[in-house]
């Protein structure tokens, strides 16, 4: 079967195979079709092989050359799970305010590392903000430009402290990050005069 006709559709939960022009053949469930706009979304078993978890593919009827129907459902598909409005508008202004931060790091003339940094230590506290070019975590620690462990002030204390550690960390890891190529490329640079 060629991509549907006028009228024709997909049953969601119905298991299908495509074809793609591509020459690559998905199987999957039914999630959701879309007659306008000829796309169709699969529910598809993990790449990841978890049991647990699902891929989930959006395929272009116009660019598949054959659909199979594998097994229609003709009962009536469960309801979908309720939407818990209030849960995404906070989670979308959460989100709007971390780009907002970001947008302002950035105009503000912020180093990259500073950005960075700032990622790192916001993905472990969340009260943490701008102020100029200096990080400010929970109020108590300021992280002033270069953005070393030396430069975090506050407070004596735990929140100290741990800013601290949390910076240490960040910039032994972008160390590390950075001395691994090197080391991949004098190896490969050893093998080939070693092989000559």
């Known amino acids: 079967m060629a ?15 495509c074809l ?9 469930e039914v999630v959701a079709f879309d007659y306008p706009s000829k796309m169709l979304t699969l529910k598809c078993p993990s790449s990841s092989a978890k049991p647990n978890l699902s891929d989930v593919i ?7 050359s054959d659909v199979d129907v594998i097994n229609d459902r003709t009962e009536t598909p469960p309801p979908l799970a ?12 959460t989100e709007k305010e971390d780009k907002l931060s970001q947008a302002y790091a950035i105009s503000a003339g ?3 590392e500073g950005q960075q940094l700032f990622q790192t230590i916001h993905k472990t506290i969340k009260d943490c903000k701008w102020q100029e070019k200096n990080i400010i975590v929970m109020d108590d620690v300021v992280i ?11 407070k004596e204390g735990s929140a100290l ?17 950075k001395s691994m190529p ?12 070693l092989s000559s």
């Open 3 to 17: 991509a549907p006709g006028p009228g024709e559709y997909f049953s969601v939960g119905s298991h299908v195979s």
């Open 144 to 154: 002033s430009p270069p953005y070393q462990v030396e430069n975090c002030k506050g």
């Open 58 to 64: 959006l395929v272009n009827l116009a660019y598949v």
């Open 20 to 28: 793609t022009c591509l020459g690559q053949r998905l199987q999957g």
């Open 82 to 93: 309720s939407l818990n409005i209030s849960k995404l508008a906070s989670r979308a202004r």
């Open 182 to 193: 090197r080391t991949q490329a004098q190896q490969t640079q050893k093998d080939s005069s």
């Open 161 to 177: 402290s741990h800013v601290r550690k949390i910076v240490e960390k960040h910039f032994k890891d972008v160390e590390s990050q």
């Open 110 to 112: 912020v180093s990259v």
